[in-house]
């Protein structure tokens, strides 16, 4: 009972990751923040489904279809689509009308649907029909720059373009960081110095917060499904 998770980074400026998922004989599984939105595509008994996923603030359980595949686009942070401004996104998504084995419907047009391959092209397509935006300044932010306007127009800036804080995309990140290298084998002692966490219970809390699990479960992959690829098979 598990989900098998491949993920992949990606060299477009417009996506982070593409990921693909098998569930196997899982109806539930525990949901994780994260500061990104993005397109999921899945089969399940035939029929096909998109839907447009939204950054995430807490964690939680979620319902997973049992017996499906599915391709996913994870954005950049800071990109997002048109059609559904990230805010609107934050601690929800929306699932696409009409969407075929072949096609799906986004923004009043039809595109072809995605493998995990061809992630990128539809991004690409997406860019040049104006359905996706992106901030720069977002990702200059994130870089560690410091932009020539005042603190109070970046964190305008960083929610109309993310629907978060600043705070909360550094905290959020930073604890599904520690969550992998927990899982890789790391002791709690290291993932505390090397990501900044005041003390092991600041680090606790942190998991709980924004994973669900514990530093003890991720360490024995106990827990159950979790929305999250701790197994590292992450390629570029």
Partial sequence: MELR????????????????????????????????????????????????????????????PEGATFTGIEFAVGTSLRALPTPMLVDGGVELPDTTRRTFRLGGA????????????????????GAVARDPLVAEVLRGHRPDVSGRTVERRFRAATGLTRGAVRQIE????????????????????????????????????????????LREGTGGAIALDLNQRLTS
């Fill in 174 to 217: 930073r604890a599904c960081t520690a969550a992998e290298l927990l899982a890789a084998g790391d002791p709690a002692a290291d993932v505390v110095a090397k990501l900044g966490y005041f003390d092991e219970p600041h680090l606790a809390r942190a998991l709980r917060s924004y994973v669900g699990r514990t530093a003890r479960q």
């Fill in 110 to 129: 039809r595109w072809e649907t995605p493998g995990p391959d061809d992630a990128e092209a539809l991004v690409e397509r997406l860019v040049r029909a």
């Fill in 5 to 64: 998770f491949e993920t992949r980074r990606s060299d477009s400026p417009w996506v982070d990751t593409v990921w693909t998922c098998t569930s196997e004989q899982v109806t539930a599984m525990t949901s994780v923040a994260g500061v990104r939105c993005g397109l999921v595509f899945w089969e399940q008994h035939g029929r096909a489904y998109a839907a447009i996923t939204g950054p995430e603030t807490r964690t939680g359980t979620a319902p997973v």
